[in-house]
């Protein structure tokens, strides 16, 4: 099936919203529902890339809640809560861990119009002490029912929700791919409209070929490679 010119249309239009500096790290988060909506509402927003931090031994798996929201927005795993916020510390992000007491603030009272991380905790247990102690700020969406908490993927999408808001009201929303860094927009460009040419690409060690202004790759492929293009 050849890329439609609309299709590589529609693909750019959306890499183009993509932030690189709005994302989610979701500490020991497990049920597949739960991480299928939460990747589905960072899809919407814009969100370029996820984090996880998985209990050992488990294997990650969505269900149909996704719609496929997987496929855009890669989910990357960490060994512990402690490397991950490294990480993104290192990267710039802010991290905002969602923590019910009393030393948390009301998230909207918050700027996440700079490079922003939302903490979300397990379903059952919610943040560790550890991570919660190496986050920036702890957040709290105020709650006025019986319940205590919200569901992990609505409280997910409650913050990404605001945070698209607060960076709209404040004319910050990329259009023209300025939201994903430079040097790597035309490999997630080629990723998202190739998938499997991609990773033929990265078996073989190969640079990701060219594409022409319609999206169509430039230059020759193998003949069973271009069957599935
Ligand atoms: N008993 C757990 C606790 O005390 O944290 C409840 C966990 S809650 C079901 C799962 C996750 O959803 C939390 O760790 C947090 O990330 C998020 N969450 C739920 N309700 C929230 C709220 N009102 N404000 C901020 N985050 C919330």
Same mark, same amino acid.
């Not at 969505?62 to 060994?79: D, I």
């Not at 290192?90 to 700027?111: E, I, N």
């Not at 033929?200 to 069957?227: F, M, N, S």
């Given at each position: ?25 979701? +500490? ?12 589905? %509402? ?11 931090? #998985?209990?050992?031994?488990? +294997?990650?798996?969505?269900? #149909? ?14 060994? #512990? ?19 019910? %007491? ?6 909207? #009272? ?12 397990? +379903?059952?247990?919610?943040? %560790? ?23 992990? %993927? ?18 910050? /929303? ?36 060219? /594409? ?8 020759? /492929? ?8």
């Amino acid at each position: 099936m050849p890329l439609l010119p609309r299709r590589y249309e529609r693909l750019k239009a959306v890499l183009n919203r993509r932030m690189a500096d709005l994302t989610v790290l979701l +500490e020991h988060v497990e049920k597949p529902h739960n991480l299928s909506a939460i990747l589905r %509402s960072c899809d919407a927003v814009g969100v370029l890339e996820a984090h996880v931090v #998985s209990l050992k031994g488990r +294997e990650r798996t969505f269900n #149909s809640t996704a719609q496929g929201s997987q496929k855009w927005v890669p989910l990357h795993g960490h060994a #512990s809560g402690a490397e991950a916020i490294q990480a993104l510390k290192t990267q710039g992000f802010k991290l905002y861990g969602t923590h019910l %007491s009393a030393a948390a603030v009301d998230y909207r #009272s918050c700027d996440f119009t700079g490079p922003t991380a939302f903490v979300l905790g397990a +379903e059952k247990w919610g943040l %560790s002490e550890a991570t919660t102690e190496l986050v920036d700020q702890a957040i709290v969406i105020p709650m006025q029912g019986m319940v205590q908490s919200l569901n992990v %993927s609505v409280a997910t999408a409650t913050l990404l929700f605001e945070a698209l808001r607060q960076r709209q009201a404040a004319g910050l /929303l990329p259009n023209q791919g300025q939201g994903v860094p430079a040097e790597r927009y035309d490999d997630l460009l080629f990723e998202w409209a190739y998938p499997d040419v991609a990773r033929w690409c990265r078996d073989q060690g190969k640079a990701y070929p060219a /594409l022409d202004a319609e999206g169509t790759i430039k230059g020759d /492929l193998p003949r069973t490679l271009k069957l599935r293009c």
